[in-house]
Nanobody, 124 residues
């Protein structure tokens, strides 16, 4: 069974950048949906971005469009989320997920496999 491990979180000032990584251990994401989600304290988990590794199509939430970029490595074992122009409201725990079985890319309950999360904190 695939395991996902996120890394790259940290604390930055507003306007800064971070790149998150999501490594799929022992698994090639040949034709899979990979989603990045985030959850702030007291809020629901929300979809941030997703990529279909088969064709490379990407999707973004309106709140991050133009600032975040999702990509995959050539080996299709790691998915990245480059986050530029970070804002305090981007502060959250960020999770990657795969194995979308139902719903649209931003529907968190449709994913069956999740990583443990990595914290992103943006200060003003």
């Amino acid at each position: 069974q695939v395991q996902l491990v996120e890394s790259g979180g940290g604390s930055v000032q507003a306007g800064g950048s971070l790149r998150l990584s999501c490594a799929a251990s022992g698994y090639i994401l040949s034709s899979s949906w990979m989603g990045w989600f985030r959850q702030a304290p007291g809020k629901e988990r929300e979809g941030v971005a997703a990529i279909y590794t088969g064709g490379g199509s990407t999707y973004y939430a309106d709140s991050v469009k133009g600032r975040f970029t999702i990509s995959q490595d050539n080996a299709k074992t790691t998915v990245y989320l480059l986050m530029n122009s970070l804002k305090p409201e981007d502060t959250a725990m960020y999770y990657c997920a795969t194995d979308l079985t139902s719903g649209a890319w931003f529907y968190s309950r449709g994913y069956r496999t999740w990583g443990q999360g990595t914290q992103v904190t943006v200060s003003s």
